[in-house]
């Protein structure tokens, strides 16, 4: 059968700010049928989005297409005007960005939004166009699709937005549809309902698709046959079970093994080590404490743990949940309103001023985004060289020593060390970060989604100098992430977060084994194994009621409102109790305790 | 899209912006040497009534013509730059430095420091700034220093504003989290880790400000508020020289056209230095 998408020898050239015209996109060929998908795979800088966009005629801002056709059914792109392109696109062709948040125009009600390309197309009436943009919002599982239209984008869910943007993708019936990493930006539980959405449509409306991403397991689940990329180059094509079973290229067989983090075997196996880190009762938050010692707007209420000497602890839970601020508040950033922190037996006081020096060096922060975490201004050398001068009182050459053997121990080449982090690739800049917090000597690290912005690869190198800092410097870890297969390779014990509280504490390796609080169930559910057929296998989606925001609610357990096993009546009047269960599994569910 | 560079652009417009960027530059450095070395380089003494008629035309003798005493008005105007630009850039780094040194504190500090200078601050930009300096003026006479210190403090709210909400987005970045987690002090923060990282921001809200300041101190003296007799800026010779408006004489023009010159010339210079990473930021 002829291919519905036919891409030959493309070739992408772009102008870098020191004016240099360099090939970002080197001869890729690939084909798609009409029906299937194609999953574009790679790292940041692979040129999969620039491949998915020149699909549609279009180059980012100092982008050209350099060579190369693009055939889409009997019409070639490449040759189009600008008029032609206009027909083409939101037609014949339609795209789903990463973030809808960021595609929708908030001053507007969302209907008016879907139904817009039909109606600059003329292909139907808003009457007809309504109508049809309803049926695609039951196709895509969206609540109250009658109603939904007449809100606002703030007023839905992320979740909601990301399907109702492919609503407004498909409103024209297009022969191909362009997924851009479409659920990237979205927390599993959420992801999960996408995802699903997304297939049924596809399957349903025999849709062609390409569909963008940097993660393998979710590419396994929608995909037919999957590209693989890398600096602009094609290093294999393979349908997706082969590609998954029996990867042939050396760089997908790595991308594979990335995928799936391996264990880190744990420099400190007993469960009982002596505590450094005890945190009781503690709550936190925004806003002027009220006369009860809560917060005007609270993020953290009661939150118990212990990081035994040595250990590494995982914090996980969805974006919301509090997890960065229980860092902040270890760190004094954000002092606690309530509760206490217990470092080496001592009690910290809650904010920065309170501490002494020697109290600030022995909790360090490594920030998510190294771009951030890193004054740009400021050389390398300065960067991890002023936590020396300033705890230790070290200068000249004893400093510029000890710099030197940072970088060595954070694996970073010594020629960075006068550099900027500007010059820094995203791997090395989270190595510096690293190399900073480890300058103080810290008895405590604290890591805040340290792995989330880098692509995997870089990613799993991280993780293996993580585990060797715990090696060799006995330290003792936090790890916040939202990844519960990072979390799982690195820590020893894990913490649930849900809407602030602690809603269960397990050690890492009773995650596969054991009950669980249903949240915890649900999140181990909705993680996307690597096969093909786990979107369809697993339970996950119907672990939860559909579609209701999450709200922090203080009678009652705060997951009520999505718990499929809630009992109403006792789950959204009482809190429930924390109790111990077998495994090591400690949690706070009426229901688990019932059983 | 179709070649390897972006096409020169072409056009009248196109051509006045190139030839732009290079002769703005240089009137605004003219004017600098001028403020400085005026006084010397000037053809005749600027107080120095010379051998002429009143209000003569432009000649190959006296080139901008006489004014109302028959004064030569080129030095007049050379020997002024020092009064208009220099008390303009004495108020404009004033106000800047004070402006940048409250927002940078108010960032760092925050909390009640912030909303009370804030607020503070709000309540002065409410005065309409010519009222204030007309007030300021005649409670404390029109010295030189008493000027410098009006147009700073009319100045420095509008230039705290913007400083505080650049160093606002600075702060809020995880360096800067990191640099109080390890307990630096407030001052460190400031100056090591907020200030450099806005630096752009403030050189070009330093020239926009400039020309305010000129255009204010100018509109003062033309009131007669400003420099006083003998001394003389840009703005008091529009005024002494306003009998010569009804014989065409270029004494009462050459001076607008002189504070016209150094604005239009440090807005565009602004232009072209702070506005090119936008225009052309490609990665």
């Known amino acids: 059968m002829e291919p519905l998408i036919d891409i030959r020898d493309l070739r992408i050239r772009a102008r870098t700010a020191e004016g240099q015209d360099i090939e970002i996109v080197k001869g890729v060929s690939f084909s798609v049928r009409r029906g299937e998908v194609m999953g574009l795979i790679g790292e940041s800088g692979s040129g999969k989005t620039t491949i998915a966009l020149a699909t549609m005629g279009y180059a980012r801002y100092g982008c050209r297409i350099a060579g190369g056709t693009i055939r889409i059914g009997d019409i070639a792109v490449t040759s189009l005007d600008e008029k032609g392109l206009q027909q083409l696109r939101g037609q014949k062709i339609a795209y789903i960005a990463q973030s809808a948040a960021a595609s929708f125009n908030p001053s507007r009600p969302i209907m008016a939004q879907v139904i817009e390309s039909a109606l600059i197309h003329g292909?139907?009436?808003?009457?007809?166009?309504?109508?049809?943009?309803?049926?695609?919002?039951?196709?895509?599982?969206?609540?109250?699709?009658?109603?939904?239209?007449?809100?606002?984008?703030?007023?839905?869910?992320?979740?909601?937005?990301?399907?109702?943007?492919?609503?407004?993708?498909?409103?024209?019936?297009?022969?191909?549809?362009?997924?851009?990493?479409?659920?990237?930006?979205?927390?599993?539980?959420?992801?999960?309902?996408?995802?699903?959405?997304?297939?049924?449509?596809?399957?349903?409306?025999?849709?062609?698709?390409?569909?963008?991403?940097?993660?393998?397991?979710v590419i396994a689940q929608i995909a037919d046959s999957i590209t693989v990329l890398r600096h602009g180059e094609v290093q294999e094509i393979a349908t997706t079970s082969q590609l998954i079973s029996n990867p042939r290229h050396e760089y997908s067989q790595k991308l594979l093994a990335a995928a799936e983090p391996a264990l880190r075997p744990s420099?400190?196996?007993?469960?009982?080590?002596?505590?450094?880190?005890?945190?009781?009762?503690?709550?936190?938050?925004?806003?002027?404490?009220?006369?009860?010692?809560?917060?005007?707007?609270?993020?953290?209420?009661?939150?118990?743990?212990?990081?035994?000497?040595?250990?590494?602890?995982?914090?996980?839970?969805?974006?919301?949940?509090?997890?960065?601020?229980?860092?902040?508040?270890?760190?004094?950033?954000?002092?606690?309103?309530?509760?206490?922190?217990?470092?080496?037996?001592?009690?910290?006081?809650?904010?920065?001023?309170?501490?002494?020096?020697?109290?600030?060096?022995?909790?360090?922060?490594?920030?998510?985004?190294?771009?951030?975490?890193?004054?740009?201004?400021?050389?390398?050398?300065?960067?991890?060289?002023?936590?020396?001068?300033?705890?230790?009182?070290?200068?000249?050459?004893?400093?510029?020593?000890?710099?030197?053997?940072?970088?060595?121990?954070?694996?970073?080449?010594?020629?960075?060390?006068?550099?900027?982090?500007?010059?820094?690739?995203?791997?090395?800049?989270?190595?510096?970060?690293?190399?900073?917090?480890?300058?103080?000597?810290?008895?405590?690290?604290?890591?805040?989604?340290?792995?989330?912005?880098?692509?995997?690869?870089?990613?799993?190198?991280?993780?293996?100098?993580?585990?060797?800092?715990?090696?060799?410097?006995?330290?003792?870890?936090?790890?916040?992430?939202?990844?519960?297969?990072?979390?799982?390779?690195?820590?020893?014990?894990?913490?649930?977060?849900?809407?602030?509280?602690?809603?269960?504490?397990?050690?890492?390796?009773?995650?596969?084994?054991?009950?669980?609080?249903?949240?915890?169930?649900?999140?181990?559910?909705?993680?996307?194994?690597?096969?093909?057929?786990?979107?369809?296998?697993?339970?996950?989606?119907?672990?939860?009621?559909?579609?209701?925001?999450?709200?922090?609610?203080?009678?009652?357990?705060?997951?009520?409102?999505?718990?499929?096993?809630?009992?109403?009546?006792?789950?959204?009047?009482?809190?429930?109790?924390?109790?111990?269960?077998?495994?090591?599994?400690?949690?706070?569910?009426?229901?688990?305790?019932?059983? | 899209m179709s070649s390897t560079t972006i096409p020169a652009r072409r056009g009248p417009m196109a051509i006045l912006a190139r030839t732009g960027r290079m002769i703005m530059p240089a009137i605004v450095l003219f004017w600098l040497a001028m403020a400085f070395f005026g006084y010397w380089v000037a053809p005749y003494d600027p107080a120095g009534i010379q051998d002429a008629d009143l209000f003569e035309g432009m000649s190959r003798k006296f080139w901008l013509g006489t004014d109302y005493f028959g004064r030569d008005m080129l030095s007049r105007i050379v020997a002024g730059a020092r009064?208009?630009?220099?008390?303009?850039?004495?108020?404009?780094?004033?106000?800047?430095?004070?402006?940048?040194?409250?927002?940078?504190?108010?960032?760092?500090?925050?909390?009640?420091?912030?909303?009370?200078?804030?607020?503070?601050?709000?309540?002065?930009?409410?005065?309409?700034?010519?009222?204030?300096?007309?007030?300021?003026?005649?409670?404390?006479?029109?010295?030189?220093?008493v000027l410098v210190m009006t147009l700073a403090v009319i100045y420095l709210p509008g230039c705290y504003r913007i400083n505080r909400s650049v160093a606002v987005n600075v702060a809020a970045l995880d360096f800067v989290a990191v640099a109080r987690a390890r307990g630096e002090s407030t001052l460190y923060i400031m100056l090591r880790e907020i200030l450099p990282n806005m630096i752009g921001p403030v050189l070009a809200d330093f020239g926009l400000r400039f020309i305010y300041v000129v255009l204010l101190l100018s509109s003062l003296s033309f009131l007669g508020l400003g420099v006083q007799p003998p001394q003389a800026d840009w703005g008091s010779l529009v005024r002494e020289n306003m009998p010569g408006l009804p014989y065409g004489a270029p004494a009462v023009i050459m001076p607008a056209i002189a504070i016209a010159s150094l604005t239009i010339a440090v807005n565009l210079t602004i232009d072209s230095v702070f506005g090119r990473h936008t225009r052309e930021g490609v990665r």
């Open chain 2, 83 to 145: 009064y208009t630009v220099g008390i303009s850039l004495m108020a404009t780094s004033l106000a800047v430095a004070s402006g940048v040194l409250l927002g940078l504190a108010a960032s760092a500090i925050g909390g009640f420091f912030d909303a009370a200078v804030s607020r503070f601050l709000d309540a002065l930009i409410s005065i309409p700034s010519k009222m204030f300096g007309l007030v300021l003026v005649a409670a404390f006479g029109a010295s030189i220093p």
């Open chain 1, 123 to 217: 292909l139907m009436g808003e009457a007809a166009a309504r109508e049809k943009a309803i049926s695609l919002f039951r196709a895509m599982a969206i609540p109250q699709p009658e109603t939904i239209g007449n809100r606002y984008p703030h007023q839905v869910s992320g979740g909601q937005l990301q399907r109702l943007m492919a609503a407004m993708a498909l409103i024209t019936d297009p022969d191909v549809v362009i997924f851009d990493e479409p659920t990237t930006a979205l927390d599993v539980t959420t992801q999960i309902e996408v995802l699903k959405a997304f297939k049924e449509a596809i399957r349903d409306r025999n849709t062609t698709g390409i569909y963008v991403t940097h993660d393998l397991a």
């Open chain 1, 267 to 595: 420099p400190v196996t007993d469960r009982q080590a002596r505590p450094l880190l005890r945190v009781s009762g503690m709550s936190a938050g925004y806003g002027l404490t009220g006369k009860d010692g809560m917060p005007a707007v609270p993020v953290l209420r009661d939150i118990d743990l212990t990081i035994g000497r040595g250990r590494a602890l995982g914090v996980i839970g969805e974006s919301g949940c509090g997890k960065s601020t229980l860092a902040r508040v270890i760190a004094g950033l954000t002092p606690a309103s309530r509760g206490t922190v217990t470092l080496d037996g001592i009690d910290l006081a809650p904010g920065i001023a309170g501490r002494s020096r020697e109290q600030l060096r022995e909790i360090q922060l490594v920030f998510q985004m190294a771009d951030t975490a890193l004054n740009p201004k400021v050389t390398i050398d300065e960067i991890i060289g002023r936590p020396l001068t300033f705890f230790f009182g070290m200068k000249g050459a004893a400093r510029d020593r000890r710099v030197r053997e940072l970088l060595d121990l954070t694996r970073l080449p010594a020629t960075v060390q006068h550099r900027f982090p500007g010059d820094l690739s995203g791997g090395q800049k989270q190595r510096v970060n690293f190399a900073r917090a480890l300058a103080a000597q810290p008895k405590l690290l604290l890591c805040d989604e340290v792995t989330s912005a880098l692509d995997t690869v870089v990613a799993a190198a991280i993780l293996d100098l993580m585990a060797e800092l715990r090696r060799e410097l006995g330290l003792t870890t936090m790890f916040i992430s939202h990844d519960l297969k990072t979390i799982r390779a690195i820590c020893d014990d894990i913490m649930v977060l849900y809407s602030g509280r602690v809603v269960e504490t397990m050690p890492a390796a009773a995650l596969e084994t054991g009950r669980h609080h249903p949240y915890a169930g649900l999140l181990l559910g909705s993680v996307p194994a690597l096969r093909t057929d786990w979107l369809e296998s697993t339970e996950a989606a119907s672990l939860q009621v559909q579609g209701v925001p999450p709200a922090l609610s203080s009678g009652g357990c705060a997951f009520f409102p999505r718990c499929t096993l809630a009992e109403p009546g006792r789950c959204n009047t009482e809190v429930p109790p924390f109790r111990d269960y077998p495994g090591g599994i400690g949690a706070a569910c009426f229901r688990l305790a019932a059983e």
